[in-house]
């Protein structure tokens, strides 16, 4: 699956985002954790001195602590009892002899009162400290939850204290809940901000790509071009990536427009070059083949060789007309000469020009195909219409073998008529198939008179069907070569364009 492209825009505001992002996730990870480690560290400090306290009432205590009671909820009342200090709410106090039972435990609950443990608790506490004296943690399960605990030995018995963690939890859960709110409101402006700023900055640019996006739409091919759109001068600061963008672009445009001023002039020297001459040239040549012909008629003896020798020069001559005809022709298409919008009974146009070349060559075999949906009238030149399919079939007499097959077809495809002559024959030499339809494209560069191909005949059809608005295109492969005209069925104004001047010439 192709991915789909990503804008500038999207790129730098995401890429932002994502960095902060990043950078506000790493930031509360670090202070989460470090103030995890504060706090426990607070707590272990916490938890050696009430031990360090624990340790010092346990030895002054006589008989250690085995004569406390080892299950109570109620402060002791005894006067000794009463002069100690009640103990810290959350804190935990066990004392477990040698044979590893508890000979006094206590855990002070949040309304001032203790609780002993129980024996499964007390052994949790044996077993989590039997690795080493702590600080270690330790869940006790229940309603009392994880300790921070410590040991040290008193006698022969083992002094336990500890405090609940749940105040330093507590904290860390609260601080990460903050940190995630403050967080994702921080992403979200970043986001929003970064992506006011990116769109801010980008302006210049999007104005920039719009001056190149609508000089690319512009027709630049051929005829009188004119670029007058520039980036504005408030884009074109050297100073800045995008302004140094913008003044390239626009020198870029000069230059494009310079070089085809320099192109139309030229063409339009070289049209007018080839029209006058082949104008002038209708004449002599007119009068070189009359006189052939007349010489041809004369009852005067001649001998083989002198006839032989006008034959040949009215040949060349009515050749040589051909050319220029077509060079005029060619010249005032080129100068945008006016087309006649008549309605054009296509199909019996494709029936005509099929009857005659049957009747010029009938070593092939001509057919002819019109669906029953084709468009019985279409506007164009019918002249020039004749000619394109004539050139067609001429092109597919001259480059085919004796027995093709070459079928002329009619069809209607949406808002265009098509007309589609196919052979079967050789298919189109690889060698000129790019330059089909260029001037005196011809697949034989020897030269070679003989086969009365010019090589204008494809681009003459070519210049009338764009004239009339339509295109021409060629697939060709052995056994199959298929010429395809397409044009519109519905009428559209005729071309127009500068030749009056031609006009005026025929």
Do not use: C
């Amino acid at each position: 699956m192709t991915r789909r492209p990503q804008t500038l825009q999207r790129v730098l505001v995401v890429g932002a985002s994502s960095l902060v992002a990043v950078a506000i996730v790493v930031m509360s990870l670090a202070t989460i954790t470090a103030l995890r480690a504060f706090v426990y560290d607070r707590l272990d400090e916490q938890v050696s001195a009430a031990l360090q306290f624990a340790g010092v009432r346990a030895a002054a205590i006589p008989g250690g602590m085995s004569a406390a009671p080892e299950k109570s909820e109620t402060p002791r009342s005894d006067a000794s009892e009463t002069a100690r200090p009640s103990p810290r709410v959350g804190s935990l106090q066990a004392v477990i002899g040698s044979d590893g039972k508890a000979l006094t435990s206590g855990y002070a609950r949040g309304d001032g009162t203790e609780v002993s443990l129980s024996d499964e608790q007390v052994a949790t506490l044996a077993a989590a400290l039997r690795s080493g004296n702590g600080p270690v943690t330790v869940d006790l399960d229940g309603d009392l939850g994880a300790f921070r605990v410590a040991a040290r030995t008193v006698g022969s018995d083992t002094v336990v204290a500890g405090l609940s963690v749940g105040d330093a939890e507590a904290t860390t859960r609260a601080l990460t809940a903050i940190f995630v709110g403050v967080g994702a409101v921080t992403l979200l402006a970043a986001v929003a901000g970064s992506s006011l700023l990116v769109r801010r900055s980008l302006r210049p640019l999007e104005r920039v790509a719009a001056v190149a996006q609508r000089v690319s739409g512009r027709t630049l091919g051929r005829g009188d071009v004119d670029i007058p759109d520039r980036v504005d001068a408030a884009d074109t600061d050297p100073r800045t990536e995008v302004g140094r963008v913008g003044a390239s672009l626009n020198e870029l445009l000069g230059h494009v427009q310079a070089a085809l001023a320099a192109r139309e002039h030229s063409e339009s020297e070289l049209r007018r070059f080839i029209a006058d001459a082949s104008h002038e040239l209708r004449t002599p040549l007119a009068s070189v083949r009359g006189y052939a012909q007349l010489s041809l008629a004369d009852v005067e003896p001649m001998s083989a060789a002198q006839r032989r020798s006008l034959q040949r020069i009215e040949s060349e001559a009515r050749r040589m007309g051909a050319l220029v005809e077509d060079l005029l022709l060619l010249a005032r298409l080129d100068a945008g000469q006016r087309l006649r919008g008549d309605d054009v009974e296509l199909p019996l146009l494709a029936v005509d020009a099929v009857s005659d070349a049957q009747t010029v060559d009938p070593e092939r075999e001509w057919r002819v195909e019109i669906a029953t949906d084709a468009p019985l009238t279409i506007p164009g030149d019918e002249d020039r219409l004749r000619q394109v399919v004539a050139n067609l079939l001429r092109n597919a007499h001259t480059h085919t073998p004796p027995g093709t097959v070459v079928t002329t077809a009619v069809l209607h495809d949406g808002e265009h008529a098509v007309l589609r002559v196919s052979d079967t024959g050789p298919g189109i030499d690889p060698a000129v198939a790019d330059r089909l339809f260029q001037r005196f494209a011809r697949g034989d560069e020897s030269r070679n008179r003989d086969a009365g191909s010019t090589g204008l005949g494809l681009s003459i059809a070519q210049a009338i069907v764009a004239a009339h608005g339509g295109t021409i295109t060629a697939l060709s492969r052995p056994g199959r070569t298929i010429f395809e005209v397409r044009l519109p069925a519905q009428r559209v104004a005729p071309a127009r364009g500068t030749g009056e001047e031609a006009d005026r010439r025929s």
